[in-house]
């Protein structure tokens, strides 16, 4: 029987985090722990099944905090720091279980084998590296996690192409600046929603608040919840209550269940 899945979101802010190093913005400085943001990912489980979407710097925090002691593997939505520089902490889950399985663009798995290039090297590997097993993804073409088919749906950040997963009943997409009609029909009938919402003002590579509101009441989702949220969007609880009925800000640790 396949259970059903636990999302919990492991980060929740922009490529800076919140607080933002040295800035005097009112929103880096509030007592709020809604209002502190790590970068951007998102956990889903089921079955003992523990996959991530994107892994950050913060990953590690991420990881020691929710007590994820098991990872079958990462899905990147694009190569930017903010989703893939804590590649290099999977060591412990390899140590453990073994090659750890990624999951990208080809020209994302390019950019990682640039970057981490001891984690991917075939020949006098560092005993102490990490090694990952590869999978492309191409988009129309669904791929299996576990006992779960993840569809991906081509989104732009800016002219940057990025990947957003449906699951099941939930779609993620973070970084989507615009998106076509025919990636759009895959996420219809999503009982759960989550995508960028930047901040109140217009981004040339991010939804804001009003493009990410319009998209939600074109999809019409059970709920939603956005993320990759910037100090600039406002405090938490102040944006919180402007907001639809079953539309909501996600914040660090929130776990929501379908």
Known sequence: ?????????LGTGTSQGIPVIGSTHPVCSSKNPKDRRLRVSVLISWNNHNFVIDCGPDFRQQMLR????????ILFTHEHADHTAGLDDIRPYFFRQGDIPIFAHERVLTSLSKRFDYIFADAN???GAPAVKTNKIQNN???RIANRTAIPIEAYHNRLQVFGF??????????VKTIAHEELTKIKGTKVFVVNALRIEPHHSHFNLEEALALVEELKPQKTYFTHISH???????VEKTLPKNVHLAYDGLKVTL
Not at 66 to 73: I, Q, S
Not at 166 to 175: A, E, K, Q, V
Request: glycine share 10%; net charge negative.
């Open 141 to 143: 073409n669904p791929f």
């Open 166 to 175: 449906r699951i099941g009943d939930f779609t993620y997409l973070t970084d």
């Open 125 to 127: 590997r560092y005993p």
């Open 232 to 238: 600039h969007m406002g405090f938490h609880d102040e």
């Open 66 to 73: 929710e007590k994820v002691t098991k990872l079958d593997g």
């Open 1 to 9: 029987m396949v259970e059903g899945l636990k999302i919990t979101f």
